[in-house]
């Protein structure tokens, strides 16, 4: 039984059956021992073997690498047994983290792709159980370390974050350390003015139906915490004013005196004005006031 295959120039080997089984050198017979080993530059065969369904190795089946490897006897003599031996990534490395937000970030690798084409990805999750990986990217053949990256999307914010580099080849993945990063905490929300709602308000009171403390009743609805202020006019003349401050949104109800305040008709003006400075549109009423 003799076994052929890709070597360089002017070698091949074969293996002879029974019990005499060794490697010769085809060129001058010289039988290599078990223990020998050549100096081979070149792989002797490929996960991808060249077909007609795959232009003759240009595309591997199933996404396949193509990985060469090395087919080699070894053992006692007379009970050698065929292995084979293939290229494979080494040195990977987990990088750094860069370009840090609220939902996204870009994490770094590196790996020595062992003289053959690697395919490289990262793992990344809220635990070491991480759960999620970014998309293979295939390097080409090199044989020093190799950067490479990949942005990470759709992260919560404000935290932990685990991810390590991974590569592989058609045979087996190599993993790096395990490496984290913190999202930043989410922006706040744009800041809008607030807004001031009449609830309740009437449209003519009497001054003996308020009691002795001439007190009106307003029912108010603010959309956040805001400083209020009520105001009543008469021709342009500020009459009375009043301002509350609150601390939550939500309905509440203000008490306006009316004490000395004389019968005729008024106009009531009521802004809010939230903690960042914004102020409300001002909402204006007609206020008729008999005895």
């Given at each position: 039984?003799?076994?052929?295959?890709?070597?360089?120039?002017?070698?091949?080997?074969?293996?002879?059956?029974?019990?005499t089984s060794s490697f010769v050198?085809?060129?001058s017979e010289q039988q290599i021992?078990?223990?020998?080993?050549?100096?081979?530059?070149?792989?002797?065969?490929?996960?991808?073997?060249?077909?007609?369904?795959?232009?003759?190795?240009?595309?591997?089946?199933?996404?396949?690498?193509?990985?060469?490897?090395?087919?080699?006897?070894?053992?006692?003599?007379?009970?050698?047994?065929?292995?084979?031996?293939?290229?494979?990534?080494?040195?990977?490395?987990?990088?750094?983290?860069?370009?840090?937000?609220?939902?996204?970030?870009?994490?770094?690798?590196?790996?020595?792709?062992?003289?053959?084409?690697?395919?490289?990805?990262?793992?990344?999750?809220?635990?070491?159980?991480?759960?999620?990986?970014?998309?293979?990217?295939?390097?080409?053949?090199?044989?020093?370390?190799?950067?490479?990256?990949?942005?990470?999307?759709?992260?919560?914010?404000?935290?932990?974050?685990?991810?390590?580099?991974?590569?592989?080849?058609?045979?087996?993945?190599?993993?790096?350390?395990?490496?984290?990063?913190?999202?930043?905490?989410?922006?706040?929300?744009?800041?809008?003015?607030?807004?001031?709602?009449?609830?309740?308000?009437?449209?003519?009171?009497?001054?003996?139906?308020?009691?002795?403390?001439?007190?009106?009743?307003?029912?108010?609805?603010?959309?956040?915490?805001?400083?209020?202020?009520?105001?009543?006019?008469?021709?342009?003349?500020?009459?009375?004013?009043?301002?509350?401050?609150?601390?939550?949104?939500?309905?509440?109800?203000?008490?306006?005196?009316?004490?000395?305040?004389?019968?005729?008709?008024?106009?009531?003006?009521?802004?809010?004005?939230?903690?960042?400075?914004?102020?409300?549109?001002?909402?204006?009423?007609?206020?008729?006031?008999?005895?």
């Amino acid at each position: 039984m003799t076994f052929s295959w890709l070597v360089p120039p002017g070698f091949s080997w074969k293996i002879s059956g029974g019990s005499t089984s060794s490697f010769v050198d085809d060129g001058s017979e010289q039988q290599i021992t078990p223990t020998q080993r050549a100096d081979v530059r070149q792989p002797i065969s490929s996960a991808c073997t060249a077909t007609p369904f795959n232009g003759d190795g240009a595309m591997c089946q199933g996404g396949a690498l193509g990985t060469p490897f090395f087919l080699f006897a070894d053992g006692a003599a007379g009970a050698q047994h065929l292995f084979a031996d293939a290229y494979a990534p080494s040195d990977i490395a987990t990088g750094a983290a860069s370009a840090l937000t609220a939902s996204s970030a870009t994490v770094a690798g590196s790996v020595n792709q062992g003289g053959a084409r690697v395919k490289v990805h990262f793992d990344f999750g809220p635990t070491t159980a991480y759960g999620s990986s970014t998309p293979d990217q295939v390097l080409v053949v090199g044989s020093v370390a190799t950067a490479f990256s990949a942005a990470l999307t759709g992260l919560p914010a404000g935290t932990t974050i685990h991810y390590r580099a991974v590569a592989s080849s058609d045979f087996a993945p190599i993993t790096g350390a395990d490496q984290t990063f913190t999202t930043s905490k989410a922006p706040p929300p744009p800041n809008v003015r607030p807004k001031v709602t009449v609830v309740r308000i009437p449209h003519k009171v009497s001054l003996r139906h308020l009691g002795k403390k001439r007190l009106l009743k307003l029912k108010l609805k603010l959309s956040e915490p805001a400083r209020v202020t009520i105001r009543l006019l008469h021709k342009k003349r500020l009459v009375r004013s009043l301002t509350i401050v609150r601390k939550k949104a939500g309905s509440f109800t203000a008490f306006l005196s009316l004490r000395g305040v004389a019968r005729r008709t008024y106009k009531l003006t009521i802004t809010a004005k939230d903690p960042q400075g914004l102020q409300s549109l001002s909402v204006t009423r007609t206020l008729r006031v008999k005895r």
